[in-house]
């Protein structure tokens, strides 16, 4: 009777140690989900705030760098998911860099006085605007192909 509770003690120990290596061991399509809701998460800040006003913009900046740093914390076993994830990183670093300076721009559009000073200061916080968020639009671009090749990647069958 005794060496049959010593055999039920050790089963269940080697099924603990089994189960502990194994959910220590995250598979492909967790590093995946992961990965693609931090992405999410900077994407919907992105489509929320879009065309606000200087506060939310410089606030909208100041999120995605968040997210950024968020990203740039995961650790990823997979060397493709590494680099699909130091690439989100320099997307919505970018996003956030280009976004304040567009909104701050539009600041110094909104204080400049009635005089010809006021009109060159317009016309070249129009044309910072403009400079960024063509900047912004790119990267938007780049970021939408990367998260298709993102969702290629996780939906592939793990080898």
Known sequence: MFNWNKYK??????L???????????????????????????TSLIEKDKGSQVTLSLGLAKDLEDVSKKINQQNF??????NF?????????????????????????????VSLAGKEQ???AKQDMETHLKQVSNTAKQSDTLANDLNKYCNQPEE
Request: net charge positive; aromatic share 2%; charged share 25%.
């Open 16 to 42: 603990s140690m089994a189960l502990l290596i194994t959910s220590c061991n995250e598979n492909k399509q967790a590093q995946c989900q992961r990965l693609i809701e931090l992405v999410n998460q900077g």
């Open 122 to 124: 317009v016309r070249k």
């Open 85 to 113: 994830k130091n690439q989100s990183v320099k997307h919505f670093e970018t996003f956030s860099k280009n976004i304040k300076s567009a909104g701050e721009a539009l600041g110094s559009a909104k204080t400049a006085k």
């Open 9 to 14: 003690v050790i089963a269940l120990v080697n």
């Open 77 to 82: 076993k997979d060397p493709q998911l590494e």
